[in-house]
């Protein structure tokens, strides 16, 4: 006997933004849970600003903090070392419901996660200073000779990359103090020398470094406020690179050119171009899928290195994907290539010789498509209930539907000769599993049924003929499809799987949560990526044009 | 306890402490330096930690047996424990005489959409569970007990030392510990990083430290002047100015961590270990537990929590002696009776057995705690508590929550003992161990209140010595 509690009514597919006629069915499901983000205030009764489908500014936090990551980079790219300092030691922030790292609204500066900055600044800043080499990197160019001027055209110019804009009087008379004190607070150290560690050591501690500050702009009318040129340099680079700006786009800022839509697209164009974007692309992806989890994968019968394998061999196809080749979601979910090493080249049943390297390879177009074919896709995935965890993962993660959790339930007696047959019996139409299950669970994770627990194609299970057959019911209509290769074709096309990416990438470019607000925007750029197929880069390059990036809205007070 | 044992405890902390203490006696740091245990000897202050199994256990229910709870409430010795032969609890038969087992509380509120997130939402905050965000993203409206605790009886500033044994990525990663409504504290799971984080800048080394905070004091005058001004601005939501306050509160000048270390095998096994791996999830665990006890032997913290697995845990245990060793499916379908995380799938054959058995590897999990805070003479001063954010496996309800306490907190709470609190809300059990460990209302008077103001107030009195 099954036992089904409430919450049934949440499974529709896709909800419409209530009391919005300019919503059609379809459109993206908001996701009010994501903190940090809470919709821009709509007016009820009337339909106004995102509303009506215009694309509109939401409010965010204004003091957005940097993530592990972003500290990082910020602090490599800042004081010029080789390699990023390793943060892995610092306090873990609480897990964010877009599932990213760097919903900047929501992190905190807890003690541990303070100390862990303050140690950090330290080590690095004695480092620097210790070294005249490494001290002459960071040394802003013109410094006068010696005295005062010096202290201070050192605080001003190593200020304002920290920062990312030109100090305040209050700021340079301030931290000048400190730098005057260095020789008493670091003792055995030149009086130069001494003052640059203090000033370093305080600088990666300031909240104007910690938090990516906004709001200095002049508030219009309707509340919205126009960002500094100097806040939308921050704003791109950490879009982009997850780093501060460089001195192109500093100097772009300061001359007055980074706020229309056509600067911010040529300087973003520029961005993309830099290791720091591609490294940007390739973190995202490895979030979105969870590729880190691939590590300690061990299907039976392969050796312990093929989770290491399995990851490896996701990045480096994306990275091809969408870096090398400039593709976009369609090449994502349909390229029928990948890269390979011996051990995975036995799991696609390849015929040639692979050593250990990664190679490049041709796969059948008949069986393998893009991302969801791929070994560790499916093997993250296994077991009995594999099609219940691959469709509940494509309908959340690929195409944004508002699952509801399972429900409380009796176990019951489940039998059947093949897999789907199994999940058929209990989930299947007319059982009390098939609102969710029947309807948009397992036909996202049927099509899949060609492959076992560790990605290996099959034409039969448990001696029986695989029926990869289903039927999703999306938006625009329900779309029939038989094997991954249709399904991975029909999610292509729909306009679900394309506002779903694009709503990712805003969360992760923008560094903050979906709000209801974004719906327009979204459904313009994922149209394009559906039918015009503009690359991930494209994509990011329309996301940064928008009014929503170059303005901000304060949450409530 | 008796006065034997607390003169006991007292005496072997100031030999702990006694290096550190000559090191720097004469110094103009002393205030600074001078660990807070090592000058309270009349009082010494309580600790609480609280360890965390998920799913459930397996005690009477959905026409289960009882697997879990004694047999009859009242007075626990080792001899009633051991014939107990089929109960979990009876892994801890050697400590009969300083247990606590409180039957009959249960959470109050309903979840939102996903049981084992309003579970873990309520479990340490006796908190309502979030409208906004729902379903496993859902947060807790509330503190926890461990954050409360912290604020009132830890050295100031420093928070609860908050652990986790797996993944901190995931579907349900971290639950346990809030700084107050829908604050929810990262959890570490690396011993490692715990251990380096307690042992930074310590007071064994006075000349570093007093350069170091000289140094300190004038960059955190200017870092908290900036944020000072930020805090002024006009136009803050409330939540940037709670997270600018959080920070402000964090900065401290000098913030001097434990002179106490871990022998150097044990320090290199921490360093070795993956956390994430789940075939170590007993190593981890044990090693979090002896950072706990480390960190209230030498006051870096007197409130700790570990939650062991994530939110609804999937871990694949392998428990010695049980199976041949084998690797048992994921505990989350074992808790489910079926090969699923689901509604449905195929039933685990031995399910309940497994589960059973699941309940006394954590039971004896946390014997190997009290051993270890008994190994520093601690346990008396403090309690320690193994519970759960679910009732019972199979309907993973919000009934029954196993409450399995150790120590009196001073003699405060009752020893020996499994008592009934009568099917009452569990911010009461909350409430007596707040006043045990010796937090106290504003006008100085027993904590009452603790969690939703709409609870009903009070401790329960069967708790109490």
Known sequence: MLILAAGLVACTGTIADPGSDAFAPGDLPSKPGAPGSKPGATPSGSCSGAACGVEATVASSAFPRLSHRQWAASVKDLLAL???????????????????????????????????????????????????????????????????????????????????????????????????????????????????????????????????????????????????????????????????????????????????????????????????????????????????????????????????????????????????????????????????????????????????????????????????????????????????????????????????????????????????????????????????????????????????????YRTQDNGHPVDASASYPFADGPQSYDGVIEWTRTLDQSREAHECYVRHWLEYSFGRGYAAGDAPLVRRVAAESRTAEISVKQLLVQLVQSPSFRTRISEAP | MSKVGRERTAVARRVFLRGLGGAVLGLPMLDILQPRRASAQAAMPGFAVFIRQGNGVAQAGNGEPERFWPKTLGALTTASMMADSDRAIKELASYASKLLLVRGTRFAFPGNGCGHSGGGNQVLTAAKVSDDPKGQHSLAMGESVDNRMATAINPAGREPLTLLTGNTQGYLPVVLSYRGPKQLRGAENDPFNAYKRMTGLNAADPMTVSQVSGRRKSVNDLVRGQLKTFLARTDLSAEDRRRLDLHLSSVRDVEVKMACTLPEMRQRELDAVNPVDGNNYIAVTQMHMDLVALAFACDYSRVATIQMGQGNDATEFTIPGFRNGAKLPRFHQISHRIYSDGAEGDPIEGAQEMHHEIDKLHARLFKYLLDKLSSYSLLDSGVAVWTNDLGHGVSHNYQNIPWVMAGSCNGFLKQGAYVDAGNVTHNLLFNTLLTAVGARKADGSPVDDFGDPSLKKGLIAAMMA
């Open chain 1, 82 to 456: 080789d390699t990023l300092p390793d943060v892995s030691g610092f306090t873990n922030d609480a897990p964010s419901s877009t599932g990213f790292d760097n919903t900047g609204g929501v992190l905190d500066v807890s003690p541990g996660l303070w100390a862990d900055y303050e140690e950090e600044a330290e080590a690095l800043a004695q480092q620097i200073a210790a070294d005249p080499a490494r001290l002459n990197k960071i040394l802003p160019a013109g410094l006068p000779s010696s005295g005062d001027a010096r202290a201070k055209a050192f605080v001003s110019g190593f200020g304002e990359r920290a920062f990312r804009r030109p100090l305040t009087t209050t700021e340079i008379d301030a931290f000048s103090a400190l730098f005057k004190q260095g020789t008493s607070l670091v003792p055995g150290r030149d009086e130069f020398s001494a003052g640059v560690q203090v000033t370093v050591e305080a600088m990666l501690q300031a909240p104007q470094f910690i938090y990516r500050i906004e709001g200095a702009g002049k508030k219009a009318a309707n509340g919205e406020v126009a960002l500094t040129d100097y806040e939308i340099a921050t704003r791109l680079s950490f879009a982009l690179w997850d780093s501060i700006p460089d001195a192109t786009l500093l100097a772009a800022a300061k001359a007055g050119q980074l706020h229309e839509a056509s600067q911010i697209a040529s300087q973003a164009q520029r961005l993309l171009k830099d290791a720091r974007a591609a490294e940007k692309l390739d973190e995202f992806h490895r979030q979105l899928l969870e590729l880190r989890s691939y590590d300690t994968l061990h299907p039976k019968g392969l050796p312990d290195s093929i989770g290491a394998s399995m990851r490896k061999e996701t990045e480096r196809f994306v990275h091809d994907a969408v870096i090398d080749h400039d593709g976009g979601l369609k090449q994502l979910l349909t390229a029928n290539y990948s890269f390979v090493n011996r051990d995975l080249a036995s799991v696609y049943g390849l015929s040639g010789t692979f050593g250990s390297e990664f190679t490049r390879a041709d796969l059948d177009a008949t069986q393998r498509a893009g991302l969801l074919t791929q070994p560790g896709f499916l093997a993250y995935r296994s077991g009995d209930t594999a099609p219940i965890l691959r469709g509940v993962f494509i309908n959340l993660k690929f195409l944004c539907a508002d699952l509801p959790p399972p429900p409380v339930f009796t176990p019951p007696k489940l039998v059947g000769d093949t897999r789907r047959a199994r999940v058929d019996a209990v989930t299947g139409v007319g059982t009390c599993g098939e609102t969710c299950h029947a309807r948009m669970i397992n036909p996202a994770g049927f099509p899949l049924e060609n492959f076992d627990d560790a990605g290996r």
